[in-house]
C-alpha cells in the first residue's frame, strides 16, 4: 500500500516543482502545501535543516530537494531500469545541478556591472553549453528520451530546469531543435499534460 | 567486478568522496590524478572527459561524469546507502546539506576575483555558515545515536561529511572542540578499516 504523501513548500515552482512532477508523471496522490511568506518563521524551527521542500511520508519528514526528487523516483519508476541508468540519469541531474548554481550565482550578485557581465555568460556560454550537452545525451538516444527507452526523473528535470528559460529567453533554444523536441515529447505525455493543464500558474 | 579507472585532479576538492567511497567498500580502482595546472590540455585524447568536466569514472571503458552520481552509484553497488529507499532518502539529505556547505565555501573561495573581496566572503562562511553547518550535523548524529548520520553502519553520508569538513578542520580545530558528536564522528569515520589505511597513504594536498 503506498503511503500518505504531502509536500510541503512555498507557493511556487521553484526547487518543489521537480517533485510535484514526478507524482504527477506517477498519477499518484499527494498533499501540496503551499506556505506563506507569513506561515514560513513559525513553521521553520519544526522542518528538518530548517528548509524547504519537505517531503511527509506517513507523518515522517525528509528535507533536500535533490534527496526527495530520487526518493520519488525510485518509488515511481522513473529512474531507469538499471543502477547505470540511475548512475546517467544522476549525471543529467548534476549537469542541470551546475547550471541553475551559476543561475543562482547571477540571481544573488548585487554589484549590477557585475550582474550585467554574469546574465551575458550565462547566455552566451553557459546556457549553450548545457544545451550541448543535452543535444548530445538525446542525439545517442533513439527513443528520444535522456536515459533508457522511457520518461525518467531526468527528462522531468530538464522539463522543469528549462522552464525559465523558454518562459523568458525562448529565441536561445531555437537553434537546439532536439531539446524541443524533447520538451515537446514531455508536456505532451498523458499525465504530464492533464498536469500542466491544471497547474497553478506562479513567476517563479 | 567491473574495472575502475576515477580520473581527477591530484587534489581531493569535490572528487575525494568517490575515493573514500572506494576505499570504505575495498573495491579496487586505478586513481589517475592529474595536475590541475595543465587543465584542460591533459584531458584531450584519451583523457577527454564528458562534457569537459572532472572528475569522471571509466566503468568497463565507458565514461561518467558528476562527482555525485558517481559516488550514489558506488555507494549503491557496494552496500554504502542503507538498507531501503527511505534511508537511501535519508542519506541523499544529508548529502544535500554538505553540499550546500560546499557550494557556498566554493564561491566565497573561487567566485571573486579580488582578494579582498574572497577574504570578506570566506570569513563570513566561516563564522557563519560552518557552525550553522555543524550545529546541523551535532543534532543528526545526536539524533540517529549511532555515531553515523543514518542507521547503525558507515554510509556515503558519514563519507561525504568526512571529506566536506576537511579543511575547515585543518584550519579551525578550536572550532570543532563545541560540536563533539561530530569530532566522534570524525574519528569513528578516520579509523574504518579501508579509510584509515588510505588516509595514513594519502598525500596531503591544499584543497
Redesign the interface.
Known amino acids: 500500500m503506498l503511503p500518505t504523501y504531502k509536500l510541503v513548500y512555498f507557493d511556487g515552482r521553484g526547487k518543489a516543482e521537480l517533485s510535484r512532477l514526478c507524482f504527477a508523471a506517477a498519477g499518484v496522490k499527494f498533499e501540496d502545501e503551499r506556505v506563506t511568506k507569513e506561515e514560513w518563521p513559525a513553521l521553520k524551527p519544526a522542518m ?2 530548517g528548509q524547504l521542500p519537505v ?1 511527509d ?1 506517513n507523518g ?1 519528514l ?7 526528487e ?2 520519488l523516483a ?2 515511481f519508476a522513473l529512474y531507469g531500469k538499471t ?2 541508468e ?3 540519469i ?2 543529467i ?3 542541470g545541478r551546475d547550471y541553475t ?1 551559476l543561475i543562482t ?1 547571477w540571481y544573488k550578485e548585487s554589484d549590477e556591472t557585475k550582474k550585467a557581465e554574469l546574465g551575458t555568460k550565462l547566455l552566451q556560454e553557459y546556457l549553450p ?1 548545457f544545451l550541448k ?1 543535452l543535444d548530445s545525451k538525446l542525439t545517442n538516444n533513439v527513443r528520444g528520451y535522456l536515459v533508457g527507452n522511457q520518461m525518467t526523473l531526468a527528462d522531468l528535470a530538464i522539463y522543469d530546469i528549462l522552464e525559465n528559460n523558454f518562459r523568458k529567453t525562448p529565441e536561445l533554444l531555437q537553434t537546439h531543435p532536439k531539446v524541443i523536441e524533447h520538451r515537446n515529447r514531455i508536456a505532451s505525455s498523458q499525465k504530464i499534460s492533464e498536469y500542466l493543464k491544471n497547474r497553478k500558474e506562479t513567476e517563479f | 567486478m567491473p574495472t575502475y579507472r576515477y580520473v581527477f585532479f591530484d587534489l581531493r576538492g569535490k572528487g575525494e568522496i568517490v575515493r573514500l567511497c572506494f576505499h570504505a567498500a575495498g573495491v579496487k580502482f586505478e586513481d589517475v590524478r592529474l595536475d590541475h595546472d595543465s587543465w584542460p590540455e591533459n584531458v584531450r585524447g584519451r583523457e577527454a572527459s ?3 568536466q572532472l572528475p569522471y569514472l571509466e ?1 568497463d571503458g565507458k565514461k ?7 559516488a ?2 558506488i555507494a ?2 557496494y552496500g554504502l546507502y542503507g538498507d531501503n ?2 534511508e ?6 544529508v ?3 554538505t ?1 550546500d556547505y560546499f ?1 557556498r565555501w566554493a ?1 566565497a573561495t573561487y ?1 571573486p576575483e579580488d582578494a579582498k573581496r574572497r577574504a570578506e566572503l570566506q570569513a563570513k562562511v566561516y563564522s557563519e555558515d560552518l557552525p550553522k553547518f555543524l550545529q ?1 550535523l551535532e543534532e543528526l548524529l545526536i539524533e540517529n545515536k549511532t555515531g553515523y548520520f543514518v542507521g547503525n553502519k558507515l554510509t556515503l553520508a558519514d563519507l561525504k561529511v568526512y571529506t566536506t569538513l576537511e579543511n575547515s578542520f585543518q584550519e579551525f580545530p578550536d572550532m570543532y572542540t563545541k560540536y563533539p558528536q561530530v569530532l566522534a564522528h570524525r574519528k569513528k569515520v578516520g579509523s574504518q578499516p579501508g579509510i584509515a589505511a588510505y588516509l595514513s597513504s594519502r598525500k596531503p594536498t591544499p584543497v
Open positions: 528538518p535543516f517531503l511520508v515522517k525528509f528535507g533536500q530537494s535533490s534527496a526527495i530520487k526518493y525510485r518509488e543502477s547505470l540511475a548512475l546517467e544522476d549525471e541531474i548534476g549537469l548554481d550565482v553549453r550537452a | 564528458p562534457f569537459g566503468i561518467f561524469a558528476q562527482s555525485i552520481a558517481i550514489q552509484y549503491r553497488e529507499s527511505l537511501n532518502l535519508s542519506i541523499d539529505g548529502v544535500g546539506l553540499i557550494t564561491r567566485g546541523q
